[in-house]
């Protein structure tokens, strides 16, 4: 089983930069990809990003250019780098592993408000 810890979301005027990371623990040799969804409330959760365990990378097209997802295997997380921010960024980020059964494991989910 995975374990997920995010972090790194919170405040931040349009046009700033925002850092998320989500550590991962358990059964790591298991992970295939992982990646990150966000969500407003009301609305379906949204993809934004996923890296392979291949370091192959998909983005939304609403992120593209603006967002990075970049994993450092020696601490086992993922980072998602998030440039030029705009108030429609603004979300509840949840990360998320998907293991070689296909099964997947969400995290906590951390809150990114982008306003001035």
């Known amino acids: 089983q995975v374990q997920l810890v995010e972090s790194g979301g919170g405040l931040v005027q349009p046009g700033g930069s925002l850092r998320l990371s989500c550590a991962a623990s358990?059964?790591?040799?298991?992970?295939?990809?992982m990646g990150w969804y966000r969500q407003v409330p009301g609305k379906q959760r949204e993809f934004v990003a996923q890296?392979?365990?291949?370091?192959?990378?998909a983005y939304a097209d609403s992120v593209k250019g603006r967002f990075t997802i970049d994993r450092d295997n020696a601490k086992d997380t993922v980072y998602l780098q998030m440039d030029s921010l705009k108030p429609e960024d603004t979300a509840v980020y949840y990360c998320?592993?998907?293991?070689?059964?296909?099964?997947?494991?969400w995290g906590q989910g951390t809150q990114v408000t982008v306003s001035s």
């Open positions: 890296i392979t365990s291949g370091h192959t990378t």
């Open positions: 358990g059964s790591i040799v298991r992970i295939s990809a």
């Open positions: 998320y592993a998907i293991t070689v059964d296909t099964r997947t494991t």
